[in-house]
């Protein structure tokens, strides 16, 4: 086992870890402010946007929305660029 | 509500068919291998749908629905919440969790530290949180079949215990799984044509449908209530939803049950996408039924506004559909319970008895049996315990479950995950602290000094305490690692490191005498613990 790759194997962890952690900060960010949104700003959240739509529903759904980009966005990641390169580290093993 | 053969004969077909594939799968599940992770023969499709069907408990469909019905936007914040701790199980936890781990997050938390500490203080937080959940369901059950079959509740009990056993006992995860994948479509099927035939009455627009609740309510439904009239409260639920989810140990075992950590992250992108597009139905299923029912006959059939669903069906389809989403209602509690108790059975049996009693020393066929026999002892208990807390207030043990997975199974999870310098006494500390912690506080908590023991005032102002406990958690596994360094066990963070992103094989290897994934199973493997002890 040469250093070289282990650097490389490494590096790639680190990769993983900061978009991990970067899109968890995402969708706290979305949930909690979401959160606080209902906390400190009700009549806010009341505002119709539509007939019969009020900015609060919208958002909640938004939010659902948001869970459902976030995975997209780290699954399109690890399926594009980190299982090949985890590839390549395993091959060249 | 005339509840009738119809009901009766959906259960019995329900009942019918997960018990055929408890027999296909018996005949599959030989090792102890095929009994907690299905032999790794479940596809990433599969998992996501056993997820989904793991996940979506009766409290969300008939709880929530019943919750937007009588409270309007204030119900929603549920439905948002339950969803968002999945991007955070895929970003954090599935694929290591695959990789380092064989039947359970002990397994994981183990890797390089001492194994008997760690064993058994995750089992406990397993147990106790599968405990709770188990209570929550079984009352439910009894409650909900009470009212839909007209059974009596200890009678109800004892059907779903004795049902939950069996596909566990006899066909261990493979059946399990299937179990959940039948209730899953199911249950989504249900919500999905239910929501369609409310939006037909609305021109199939869901602006209208709350337009018009709000024509007979007011304004106000559509905006938050009084449910959040603590930011707090809110604040704190929300983190023990987030990071719960995350801790669960049900739900971390299906992760063992795919072939690779590429499959465990596709799963959770599938169950996303499911248990999110079921939270939105019950936008349409609450708003639903508030216009077309109306919160006043909701609540007389049941206080707790759990059969707005129900009535919403029998409204919009007759008798035939009220009797198809009574059956589904009861098939999602016993595909919950089953879940539930594999991984309790997997605690008991390959955390304490194999790691802990035997010290790995346990062979392929002994395992099976301990296993099975937790798996009875379990349902024995799941029984009892649904007929002692018959008529308790228990709503707020899923979301102490939740609180305690968060505060006590999800740190211990990441700093062994991500930290070098994490260490036996600090996980044991995190684990133990975080879940005690929890414990106190939700008892010291208006949620039972208030609600359920009817007093005046309660010690503690929260009524959710994973806003203490979690942070409180993660304090003192940190704390607690930095006072008891390790080099050994900081070392083993390279290989750890090498396994979590390469998966088993050689990376296993590396991590020498802590390895827990040595896989045990094969017969005349030398075992290799005493090396870590």
Partial sequence: MNGDHDARLRALSAARRRVAVALTAVVMVIYFGFIGLIAWDKPLLGTLVAPGLSLGILLGALVIVACWATTWVYVRWANGRYDPELERLRQER | ?533
């Fill in chain 2, 1 to 533: 509500m005339a509840t009738s053969l119809v009901a009766k004969l959906f259960f019995f077909l329900f009942l019918s068919v997960t018990l055929a594939i408890t027999w296909w799968a018996a005949r599959r599940t030989r090792t102890a291998d095929h009994f907690y992770s299905a032999g790794r023969s479940i596809t990433a499709g599969q998992n996501g749908w056993a997820l989904a069907g793991d996940f979506m408990s009766a409290a969300s469909f008939l709880g929530i629905a019943g919750l937007v019905a009588t409270t309007g936007f204030d119900g929603l914040i549920y439905s948002a919440g339950w969803l968002v701790g999945w991007p955070v199980v895929l970003f954090l936890i599935a694929e290591p969790l695959r990789n380092l781990g064989k039947y359970t997050f002990a397994d994981v938390v183990a890797v390089r530290m001492r194994q008997v500490p760690v064993r058994i203080a995750a089992a406990f937080g397993t147990l106790a949180t599968v405990t709770l959940y188990l209570i929550a369901q079984m009352v439910g059950a009894g409650g909900l079949i009470k009212l839909l079959f007209g059974l009596t509740y200890e009678a109800a009990v004892v059907v779903v215990g004795l049902a939950m056993v069996a596909y566990v006992l006899f066909g261990g995860m493979l059946a399990t799984t299937w179990v959940q994948i039948v209730k899953a479509v199911l249950l989504l099927g249900g919500a999905a044509l239910l929501a369609l035939l409310v939006l037909l009455r609305f021109d199939m627009n869901p602006a209208a449908l709350f337009a018009a609740a709000a024509e007979q309510y007011g304004a106000a439904v559509l905006a938050p209530g009084k449910l959040v009239s603590k930011p707090l409260d809110a604040v704190s639920l929300g983190i023990a939803l987030m990071f719960g989810t995350a801790g669960l140990p049900h739900i971390l075992m299906r992760f063992y049950t795919v072939p690779d950590a590429r499959a465990a992250r596709q799963s959770v992108f599938w169950a996303t996408g499911l248990i999110g597009a079921f939270y939105l139905l019950t936008f349409v299923l609450g708003f639903g039924a508030m216009v077309l029912v109306t919160p006043e006959v909701i609540k007389s059939v049941d206080a707790g506004g759990n059969m707005a669903a129900p009535l919403l069906a029998e409204l919009l389809g007759g008798t035939p559909f009220l009797g198809f989403i009574g059956a589904v209602a009861f098939a999602t509690i016993l595909a919950v319970v089953a879940g539930l108790t594999l991984s309790g059975a997997a605690a008991l049996s390959h955390d304490l008895w194999v790691n802990v009693v035997k010290h790995g020393h346990a062979d392929a066929h002994e395992q099976l049996r301990v296993a099975r026999a937790a798996t009875v002892c379990l349902g024995v208990i799941a029984i009892l315990l649904g007929i002692a807390f018959k008529g308790q207030n228990v709503a707020f043990m899923v979301s102490l479950a939740f609180a305690i997975a968060a505060s006590g199974n999800f740190p211990a999870l990441v700093l062994s995950i991500f930290w070098r310098r994490a260490t036996t006494a600090g996980v044991v500390a995190a684990m133990a602290t975080g879940t005690l912690a929890t414990l106190v506080l939700i008892y010291l908590s208006p949620t039972v000094q208030v609600d359920v023991l009817h007093r005046e005032d309660a010690w503690f102002p929260l009524k959710y305490p994973a806003l203490v406990t979690v942070p409180l958690g993660f304090l003192t596994g940190i704390v607690v690692s930095l006072l008891t360094p390790s080099a050994a066990e900081a070392e083993a963070f390279a290989a750890l490191e090498r396994r979590a992103s390469l998966g088993g094989g050689g990376g296993s290897e590396v991590l020498g005498g802590r390895a827990s994934a040595a896989p045990q199973a094969r017969p005349g493997r030398p075992p290799r613990e005493a090396a870590g002890l």
